[in-house]
Nanobody, 116 residues
Framework: QVQLVESGGGLVQPGGSLRLSCAASGINFGIYTMSWYRQAPGKERELVADIGGAGTRTSYADSVKGRFTISVANAKNTVYLQMNSLKPEDTGVYYC?????????WGQGTQVTVSS
């Protein structure tokens, strides 16, 4: 059974930092592209960052470049999203996704709220 379990969300002030984690089980972690998406209230889910090639390839949405960093710990089957200089517009539910070939799995999401 495949499981993706996110953690690390919460309430933070503008300019603050959070680190999200997504622990995967039931998949061959090293061959999957791991991604973070987010969905703000009333908006569509959008890609924030992804990482593939066992951590050798990364890409970011323009809105988070220079502020967010995606990384993996292959020994722990975990993908991270370090979020710095957070802005109110970063508020939303953050989801982890694992994809390979025709297989796609999603986590349940973790809420991030940036507010003073």
């Amino acid at each position: 059974q495949v499981q993706l379990v996110e953690s690390g969300g919460g309430l933070v002030q503008p300019g603050g930092s959070l680190r999200l984690s997504c622990a995967a089980s039931g998949i061959n972690f090293g061959i999957y592209t791991m991604s973070w998406y987010r969905q703000a209230p009333g908006k569509e889910r959008e890609l924030v960052a992804d990482i593939g090639g066992a951590g050798t390839r990364t890409s970011y949405a323009d809105s988070v470049k220079g502020r967010f960093t995606i990384s993996v710990a292959n020994a722990k089957n975990t993908v991270y999203l370090q979020m710095n200089s957070l802005k109110p517009e970063d508020t939303g539910v953050y989801y982890c996704k694992a994809a390979w070939s025709m297989r796609t799995y999603w986590g349940q999401g973790t809420q991030v709220t940036v507010s003073s």
